[in-house]
């Protein structure tokens, strides 16, 4: 434990001041009773420097707490804190420094006697933003009984990581046409009836390892065949969340970009529990592809890759939207979006050609107080989606997650 050198406190200073300067003009006047005052004042302070440094508590915390929450909710904060030593006399004042994200920092003060203890603090913040974070140091100031000294020290404890997740909603339903297999896919061929040859195949394509080829099927077919590495019916979906910082409303948790991110996680979550193949696009790259492993691990991912999603400076969303190959032909795209212009519309009409079905939220503008100009171009954006193939529903102001999902949700059940 690393223990900085006491020292007075504003107490301690002006006893020091007013039993120095007592002591002197005392001495210089020939009154040794009122230097000998002086002296004492002194030395109270010198004492109780002494006790701060020599009668020191030996100080441990530990934490019980969760280590991922969502945002905007409270974080429950259990600290044990213990003294090992016998001596210490100290009276007690903590801070436990919480980052931005989980909220403001703790403070609380602990008396104690003489002797070994340990005692539990309890205390709630509230987790503002999302993101990794490292809980405490816990800081202490100790303070002789008299008042006039003191010291600090940061609290030795085991690292303690906390993740503020998006808030995810619990969502039902998919969009029309959403559930039958990544679009563009041949129609693959099963050979034999059961055990090693009870394969799919589909044709060659350029690209293919030759490591695949299927050679009995290629013979008997009179095409280059290959074996496929994924079964075609397990559908594919791409999540497009728009971050950007000048398309959306409001700030913290109240804004629809934190909105989005919650839509993007909730959604997401549910396609992967359906054991959709998830990939997520941000408006500058790709943030999750599926590992096509485990689903409790890509829900990991995902979450986790949206823990760290932070809002983007770019002004449209071609960048992210043109990586082809982290899109391609999904039989499902949602988007989840802020304020649309021309050319973001063109883009997202490009990438919902090559998808089975294309659905987006957009926001109400309107309901945000958004006028003139910047509202007409955002809704004839939307106008653009629509007549493109699109399913848009517009979310007004406070509309809730699940709600804004299955009201999108049988828009597209009606079109």
Same mark, same amino acid.
């Given at each position: 434990?690393?223990?900085?050198? #006491?020292?007075?406190?504003?107490? &301690?200073?002006?006893?020091?001041?007013?039993?120095?300067?007592?002591?002197?003009?005392?001495?210089?006047?020939?009154?040794?009773?009122?230097?000998?005052?002086?002296?004492?004042?002194?030395?109270?302070?010198?004492?109780?420097?002494?006790?701060?440094?020599?009668?020191?508590?030996?100080?441990?915390?530990?934490?019980?707490t969760a280590l991922e929450i969502?945002? !905007?909710s409270p974080l429950e904060e259990?600290?044990?804190?213990?003294?090992?030593?016998?001596?210490?006399?100290?009276?007690?004042?903590?801070?436990?420094?919480? #980052?931005?994200?989980? !909220?403001?920092?703790? *403070?609380?003060?602990?008396?104690?006697?003489?002797?070994?203890?340990?005692? /539990?603090?309890?205390?709630?913040?509230?987790?503002?933003? *999302? !993101?990794?974070?490292?809980?405490? #140091?816990?800081?202490?100031?100790?303070?002789?009984?008299?008042?006039?000294?003191?010291?600090?020290?940061?609290?030795?404890?085991? #690292?303690?990581?906390?993740?503020?997740?998006?808030?995810?909603?619990?969502v039902t339903g998919l969009p029309?046409?959403?559930?039958?297999?990544?679009?563009?896919?041949?129609?693959?061929?099963?050979?034999?009836?059961?055990?090693?040859?009870? =394969?799919?195949?589909?044709?060659?394509?350029? !690209?293919?390892?030759?490591?695949?080829?299927?050679?009995?099927?290629?013979?008997?077919?009179?095409?280059?065949?290959?074996?496929?590495?994924?079964?075609?019916?397990?559908?594919?979906? /791409?999540?497009?969340?728009?971050?950007?910082?000048?398309?959306?409303?409001?700030?913290?948790?109240?804004?629809?970009?934190?909105?989005?991110?919650?839509? $993007?996680?909730?959604?997401?979550?549910?396609?992967?529990?359906?054991?959709?193949?998830?990939?997520?696009?941000?408006?500058?790259?790709?943030?999750? /592809?599926? /590992?096509?492993?485990?689903?409790?691990?890509?829900?990991?991912?995902?979450?986790?890759?949206?823990?760290?999603?932070?809002?983007?400076?770019?002004?449209?969303?071609?960048?992210?939207?043109?990586?082809?190959?982290?899109?391609?032909?999904?039989?499902?795209? =949602?988007?989840?979006?802020?304020?649309?212009?021309?050319?973001?519309?063109?883009?997202?009409?490009?990438?919902?050609?090559?998808?089975?079905?294309?659905?987006?939220?957009?926001?109400?503008?309107?309901?945000?107080?958004?006028?003139?100009?910047?509202?007409?171009?955002?809704?004839?954006? $939307?106008?653009?989606?629509?007549?493109? &193939?699109?399913?848009?529903?517009?979310?007004?102001?406070?509309?809730?997650?699940?709600?804004?999902?299955?009201?999108?949700?049988?828009?597209?059940?009606?079109?």
């Amino acid at each position: 434990m690393s223990v900085s050198l #006491p020292h007075p406190t504003l107490r &301690g200073v002006t006893l020091l001041v007013a039993g120095g300067s007592l002591a002197a003009a005392a001495s210089a006047i020939g009154e040794p009773d009122l230097a000998a005052v002086g002296v004492a004042l002194v030395g109270i302070v010198v004492l109780g420097l002494l006790i701060t440094w020599l009668a020191r508590p030996v100080l441990g915390v530990t934490r019980s707490t969760a280590l991922e929450i969502p945002v !905007g909710s409270p974080l429950e904060e259990h600290l044990t804190v213990s003294n090992t030593s016998r001596l210490a006399l100290s009276g007690l004042q903590f801070h436990d420094v919480q #980052p931005a994200g989980p !909220g403001t920092d703790a *403070r609380f003060s602990l008396l104690r006697g003489m002797g070994a203890w340990e005692q /539990t603090v309890n205390y709630q913040v509230d987790a503002t933003l *999302r !993101g990794h974070y490292r809980q405490g #140091p816990l800081l202490v100031r100790a303070f002789d009984p008299f008042g006039v000294a003191s010291h600090r020290w940061q609290v030795p404890e085991e #690292p303690s990581r906390l993740r503020v997740t998006p808030r995810i909603w619990p969502v039902t339903g998919l969009p029309n046409r959403a559930g039958t297999g990544a679009a563009g896919e041949a129609t693959p061929q099963r050979v034999g009836q059961a055990g090693q040859d009870d =394969i799919l195949v589909r044709e060659h394509r350029q !690209g293919d390892d030759l490591r695949r080829v299927h050679w009995r099927m290629t013979a008997k077919q009179g095409d280059l065949m290959v074996r496929l590495e994924e079964h075609p019916w397990d559908p594919a979906a /791409t999540l497009v969340v728009d971050v950007r910082s000048s398309a959306h409303f409001g700030r913290g948790t109240g804004s629809t970009l934190e909105w989005a991110v919650s839509m $993007c996680a909730s959604v997401g979550v549910y396609l992967l529990r359906r054991r959709h193949l998830v990939t997520v696009v941000a408006p500058e790259s790709t943030i999750h /592809t599926p /590992t096509r492993l485990d689903m409790s691990v890509d829900r990991d991912r995902l979450v986790a890759a949206l823990t760290d999603l932070k809002e983007s400076r770019t002004v449209d969303l071609g960048q992210g939207l043109s990586d082809t190959e982290a899109i391609g032909n999904h039989s499902l795209v =949602i988007a989840v979006l802020g304020k649309l212009g021309a050319a973001d519309a063109s883009a997202l009409t490009a990438v919902g050609s090559r998808a089975g079905s294309a659905v987006a939220l957009a926001p109400d503008v309107a309901s945000f107080g958004l006028t003139g100009e910047a509202a007409r171009m955002h809704d004839e954006a $939307c106008r653009l989606l629509e007549s493109s &193939g699109w399913t848009v529903h517009r979310y007004v102001a406070g509309e809730g997650v699940p709600d804004a999902w299955q009201a999108l949700v049988e828009r597209s059940r009606v079109r």
